[in-house]
């Protein structure tokens, strides 16, 4: 990757999950790397792990995406201006507290969870762009999707949050045809459920279908510049696609509603010990 593509690495939602594991195995394969993120101390705490990783270099920059006003994305273009950017990862991204119909969720929810997957998204590509269109050398933008939205053919009580998942894959795909003239690789790669904090908000497990962060992020960049568009690029999960597209998509919609309204009831029942508590 580093002879392919070259120059910096920059990673969105780089301070957990698998935004962390996928800056550290950037760092490790040789590339400086700039992590975008809203907590300053543990961004301060990634860029000495991506130094003692392997990466040359390592910086930061500051950004809340769900309330980035344009003062703040120019700040971050003036940042990224200073760099080669070989390689973009748009991997920031927010999700419902838990399974919930669309009606019942906050306004401010709703608009957060667009400004985060979809603008966010959208204006850290075209900054990154904006240089990577002048190199002479390859360039990568990997978008973080979710199988909610490209593998699943629906995810009801999450239909914002696969809805704004659709539309980064819906972009990625046209970006890549749109920019493969110049040399950049646009990939979308789809995880099924990964143990993050955003997937399993309380105690969080791996087994053979939930890897960790660090192990999807092996994978990912394993699959980087391989040439397909899109992609869940770990085995377990490429491998539910593929029995999950052979299955009715009645049948698919029928279980996963099901799954997600059980979902929903442990956590509203959750909630509802937790005030009793609190009194």
Known sequence: ?????????????????????????????????????????????????????????????????????????????????KLDVGVLVNNVGQSYAHAEYLHNLGDDDVERLIRINCSGTVRMTKIALEGMVARRQRSAILNIGSGAATVMPSEPLYAGYAGTKGFVDEFSRTLGVEYADFGVDVELHAPMLVSTKMAQPGRRSTNTFIPSPDGFARA????????????????????????????????????????????????????????????
Do not use: N
């Open 1 to 81: 990757l580093r002879r392919r593509y070259g120059g910096w690495a920059v990673v969105t939602g780089a301070t957990d999950g698998i935004g962390r594991a996928l800056a550290l195995g950037l760092a490790a394969r040789g590339f400086p790397v700039c992590v975008v993120s809203r907590t300053p101390a543990k961004l301060e705490a990634l860029c000495d792990e991506l130094h003692a990783a392997g990466a040359p270099e390592a910086r930061a920059i500051r950004l809340d995406f769900g309330a980035a006003d344009a003062g703040d994305w120019t700040r971050v273009r003036s940042e990224l201006a």
């Open 220 to 279: 990912s960049l394993r699959r980087l510049g391989g040439g397909q568009y899109r992609c869940s690029p770990y085995w377990s999960h490429s491998l539910m696609w593929g029995i999950i597209a052979l299955l009715p998509e009645s049948l698919v919609d029928r279980v996963r509603l099901g799954q997600c309204k059980v979902i929903r009831k442990k956590a509203l029942r959750r909630k509802e010990r937790l005030a009793a508590k609190a009194k």
